[in-house]
């Protein structure tokens, strides 16, 4: 029952927006703008969420990757892609890293209460095994996910093609 609210949820089903509804129909122009008040543009945001499923799923195959020092080095430093393709790719590697998620959480329940080997001191205060990985991540895209669909809404492109909650 669990994995199966956890790959439902990584897709939006439920109470969570689908994360490729909310960027696959954003134009890179969109994508790297800015709104006073709010740090971080979309293109920021996804690619923030892509350096850490990117991190958390090497974390999960056991290569040890290093934490960044400072929070700001998960984050884009432009706030828009060069390009259409460039947003386009950033939107391809989303899609990419999510399906992985989306296939351990399938795993079998005894790999899926496998430990994760920490990579910060933080990870050994807390529950690390591959199921909490997956859980942390997805909550983590989920808060993202909520900037980007009120950010839509403040630049006046929500509801996406895909649908979404208008209310």
């Not at 790959?7 to 089903?13: F, N, P, Q, T, V």
């Not at 079998?108 to 529950?127: F, G």
Request: hydrophobic share 40%; with cysteine.
């Amino acid at each position: 029952m669990e994995q199966r609210a956890l790959i439902e949820l990584l897709h939006g089903k439920g109470a969570h927006a689908n994360p490729i509804a909310c960027i696959e129909d954003v134009s890179a122009k969109i994508a790297g703008q800015r709104i006073k008040g709010f740090p971080h543009s979309i293109w920021q945001m996804v690619g923030h969420m892509n350096y850490w499923m990117d991190y958390e799923l090497r974390r999960i195959a056991g290569e040890g990757p290093t934490y960044p020092d400072h929070a700001a080095e998960s984050w884009p430093t432009e706030a828009a892609a060069g390009d259409e393709q460039e947003w386009k790719g950033v939107i391809t590697r989303f899609e990419e890293l999510l399906g992985k998620l989306t296939n351990l959480a399938g795993a079998p329940a005894q790999e899926l209460a496998r430990e994760v080997a920490p990579t910060h001191p933080d990870h050994a205060k807390h529950s690390s095994t591959m199921l909490a990985v997956l859980w942390q991540t997805l909550v983590h895209n989920s808060y993202h996910v909520g900037q980007i669909a009120m950010l839509r809404r403040r630049l006046g492109t929500w509801p996406p093609r895909g649908g979404g909650d208008t209310w």
